[in-house]
């Protein structure tokens, strides 16, 4: 059973920075492919950022592209997300998410396993 947990929320200023991180126990982590979504107040849950396996792809939603960077240490067992410039709608509950590599399609998703989520919240 892979178990997903997020740290690193809380609050951010607008133009600041956060780091988000995600740690994975249950499995190999290089077995994973791994992504970010949050959710917004009122809204549906949406895609950020993805990674393959190894590191060797990454997709971003256009409304982080250039902002956020996504990345994954294996041997530490851990997901990140490094969020700049961050902007007052960037606030939500951020979700780190799995998928088995021999079960992904696309880096959007579907994700089998997800987290409990992380608040972000930036002020103006």
């Known amino acids: 059973q892979v178990h997903l947990v997020e740290s690193g929320g809380g609050w951010g200023q607008a133009g600041g920075s956060l780091r988000l991180s995600c740690t994975i126990s249950?499995?190999?982590?290089?077995?994973?492919?791994m992504g970010w979504f949050r959710q917004a107040p009122g809204k549906e849950r949406e895609f950020v950022a993805g990674?393959?396996?190894?590191?060797?792809?990454?997709n971003y939603d256009d409304s982080v592209k250039g902002r956020f960077i996504i990345s994954r240490d294996n041997a530490k067992n851990t997901l990140y997300l490094q969020m700049n410039s961050l902007k007052p709608e960037d606030t939500a509950v951020y979700y780190c998410?799995?998928?088995?590599?021999?079960?992904?399609?696309?880096?959007?998703?579907?994700?089998?396993?997800w987290g409990q989520g992380t608040q972000v919240t930036v002020s103006s």
């Open positions: 990674i393959t396996s190894r590191s060797g792809f990454m």
């Open positions: 998410a799995g998928v088995h590599v021999s079960r992904w399609t696309s880096l959007r998703g579907p994700y089998e396993y």
């Open positions: 249950g499995d190999t982590c290089s077995k994973h492919v």
